[in-house]
């Protein structure tokens, strides 16, 4: 209720500074024309314009729309960004900065620093079964087959400002296409990385194909390495052909400076199968937009998110899932405890179109609130318009249970131990869904950590950048893939 | 080592116990009988610690310490221990994490060193063994999914596993069918020792057919109205309570 006051009162100056930015942005897109379309087709020139005319009109997301009621970037949006319109030069060695720290855990590693694709010697490599990995901008004048086909085409900027804006800049990024019938045995580990003495406003975006029968696992860390103000307008486009899976997660683990917007589009076509999991353990303001649409019929997509929050912080996580063919299945489980001020959003939002029948959907979101000064807004909703479907959603919001504290203080176990008990096994069924043995220990630590209060900022999922006598070569082995 | 004296508890402004005295010694088992809604399990819960009772009058010291003094934890670390009458699922915590954080808290609290591993997971299988545990048990999380039997089992389980000075069984036996009762019971009286006592809180006599107690209570309208040996017990099943409320 105060909050609403607040930006009530905020309204005028708010207003006028947004407008702000977004009149800095349009000039900048004007000026630098030239240099950021300098990796452009005409198929990709054709693109950028239509999301700046859709960005000069939608503008900055605010809290008076609907699905960003729970988020208020006013303060992000009124700052001074860097964006980094060239190749990014940098004089450190990435790939000795990380230190894969889940053993026995074998990725293959494609790291974003501050949104350009980071390389030694290729920028898009063709590996011995087909796979092709790399640089986005490098893609789309290798490949325009496959770029032309699907970037841009899941990704709607025509109403979503963040996203417009995301393709007006867009020049690098993540590129993976998977070809028919392969099967990817070692995960897929995509670090994106900001490191600038500058605050900085990055435009992250990638592309991945899978295609008919394939299967994939991929790991998407979000990093930062300096503590300087970042903004990250991330935007994801994933294709699962006929028959292929995903195994998709997200790890979160940014410094309290930072804004991360990560959307994700992934479009299944039939018989496909998507498992997707954020992992969320601090952050400044993180929004999760994940958004799905089944292509096809008997698609089932799993989508789970762990949100674990303290302090300041504020995390959002959207998910639509769009249920266009019949016989697919859905389920949401999201779960999240908040601590001190920290406050957050959970929008579930599943369409069930008129001939989706025999559509199964479930959503269902649960919290646990530590303080009462910590808030969540939790909506889960069901749109449905086929009549012969199952669906479920449910929301809960909770303190740590009485009867069970009582019940573990009295074999002896401290006041404390028992909350962290407790906590740790309310996460534990979000952690138990991920399917890779060695990643699911380490995210456990990880959790286990940070339920403690001993998980930094810097305790990066597969990164350590503390000190120079620590950081281990990592090292990729190319005949594994 | 249990001393209550004049003990007044209230919960919500109504008087639930009215003035309990009970001494119980090491190696002894106390019964505490009586009708439902008499404040037995209200008295074992002020004994564990549990924080929604207010006690207005009265003291209770356990090994000549104070007891509300203590924490929860603390009590428990003491040595004294409460099995649930209705025990306390909690998904996602596995038996065996849980016993052994107990275990090694309460170490800890006496100043030894948290128990090896190998001991302790072979502390575990004699525990299991000797209250014929399914061995997959341990491996589930805490209460979840388990039958009332099974729930009253890893009550003395945990009791076997933590070894306490003093055992609270709130209605152990309800719920059981007699071969769980037997098992129970058995393990019961395999725990005791000279140095350990049990108070048994039951409704029936059933239990006592099995575990013999040296002293029967009677506990009427949050007072007890009467004290005997283990005959008392006889007496009650055979003439119900009515027979006390006559009597006083």
């Excluded at chain 2, 209570?217 to 055979?238: N, Q, S, W």
């Amino acid at each position: 209720m105060d909050k609403k006051r607040n930006l009530a009162q905020e309204d005028m100056t708010t207003l006028v500074k947004e407008t702000t930015l977004k009149d800095r942005m349009m000039s900048l897109f004007d000026e630098k024309q030239t240099l950021i379309a300098r990796y452009d087709t005409p198929y990709i020139a054709k693109c950028r314009q239509e999301a700046f005319a859709h960005f000069k009109m939608l503008g900055f997301p605010h809290v008076k729309l609907e699905k960003w009621r729970g988020t208020d970037l006013t303060h992000a949006l009124n700052l001074d960004y860097a964006q980094y319109l060239e190749p990014f030069q940098h004089d450190i060695d990435v790939e000795n900065l990380f230190k894969c720290e889940v053993p026995n855990f074998e990725t293959f590693l494609v790291t974003q620093l501050n949104g350009w694709y980071t390389y030694r010697t290729y920028a898009l490599r063709t590996l011995p079964n087909g796979i092709i990995i790399g640089s986005l901008a490098k893609a789309f004048e290798q490949y325009p087959e496959i770029v032309n086909k699907h970037y841009s085409h899941y990704a709607d900027d025509s109403s979503d400002g963040l996203v417009a804006l995301n393709t007006a800049f867009a020049q690098d990024g993540i590129f993976i296409y998977v070809p028919d019938n392969v099967v990817v045995s070692d995960t897929i580990q995509m670090v994106n990385i900001i490191d600038y003495d500058q605050n900085l406003f990055v435009q992250a975006r990638n592309l991945i194909v899978i295609g008919k029968n394939s299967k994939l696992t991929l790991v998407q860390c979000d990093d930062s390495i300096d503590h300087r103000v970042s903004f990250i307008n991330s935007v994801t486009e994933v294709s699962i052909g006929e028959n292929a899976s995903l195994d998709h997660y997200k790890l979160q683990n940014k410094d309290e400076q930072s804004t991360l917007v990560n959307t994700i589009f992934f479009d299944q076509m039939e018989g496909s199968q998507l498992s997707s999991n954020a992992i969320s353990l601090n952050g400044g303001i993180i929004r999760n937009d994940t958004r799905v649409r089944f292509d096809g019929p008997n698609c089932q997509a799993n989508i789970y998110g762990l949100y674990l929050m303290d302090k300041d912080q504020h995390i959002d996580n959207q998910v639509f899932v769009d249920h266009a063919k019949p016989h697919c299945e859905s389920s949401e489980l999201f779960k999240g405890i908040l601590d001190d001020h920290a406050s957050g959003v959970f929008n579930g939002h599943v369409l069930v179109r008129k001939d989706a029948q025999k559509t199964n959907a479930y959503q269902n979101n649960k919290n646990i609130l530590l303080s009462d000064k910590a808030v969540i807004d939790s909506k889960p909703f069901l749109e449905i318009y086929a009549d012969d479907v199952k669906c479920s959603h449910g929301a809960t919001v909770g303190q740590l249970d009485a009867e069970a504290m009582f019940y573990i203080r009295s074999r002896g176990i401290s006041e404390s131990n028992a909350k962290m008990l407790l906590m740790y096994a309310f996460a534990a069924e979000v952690v138990n869904k991920i399917t890779i043995p060695e990643l699911r220990q380490r995210i456990d630590d990880m959790v286990k950590k940070r339920l403690r209060g001993e998980l930094s900022a810097c305790d990066q999922c597969v990164l350590h950048c503390s000190s120079q006598e620590k950081k281990v070569k990592f090292k990729i082995d190319m005949s594994k893939i | 080592m249990l001393s209550i004296k004049n003990l007044h508890v209230s919960i919500n402004g109504k008087e639930i116990l009215k003035g309990i005295n009970l001494e119980v010694k090491a190696g002894e088992v106390h019964a505490i009988m009586g009708p439902n809604g008499t404040g037995k399990s209200t008295l074992a819960s002020v004994i564990a610690g549990r924080e929604v009772f207010e006690v207005t009058e009265g003291e209770i010291s356990f090994k000549g310490k104070d007891i509300f003094s203590l924490s929860i934890e603390e009590r428990a670390c003491e040595g004294i221990f409460l099995g649930f009458q209705y025990p306390v699922e909690i998904p996602g915590v596995s038996i065996t994490n849980f016993l052994r954080t107990a275990v090694n808290e309460q170490r800890k609290y006496r100043g030894l060193d948290a128990m090896p591993a190998a001991e302790f997971l072979a502390k575990m299988e004699e525990k299991k063994a000797l209250l014929e545990l399914n061995t997959k048990l341990t491996n589930r999380s805490v209460n979840e999914g388990f039958s009332g039997g099974e729930k009253k089992k890893n009550e003395i389980f945990q009791m076997a596993m933590l070894e306490p000075m003093l055992s609270i069984l709130d209605e152990t036996d309800s719920g059981l069918d007699i071969d769980a009762l037997r098992i129970v019971a058995t393990g019961v009286n395999k725990l005791r020792r000279p140095d350990n006592a049990t108070i048994i809180i039951t409704h029936y006599q059933r239990l006592l057919e099995y575990i013999v107690p040296d002293v029967v209570h009677v506990l009427f309208e949050g007072r007890i109205v009467k004290t005997g040996g283990k005959e008392l017990a006889v007496e009650l099943e055979e003439k119900g309570y009515e027979w006390i409320k006559k009597e006083i």
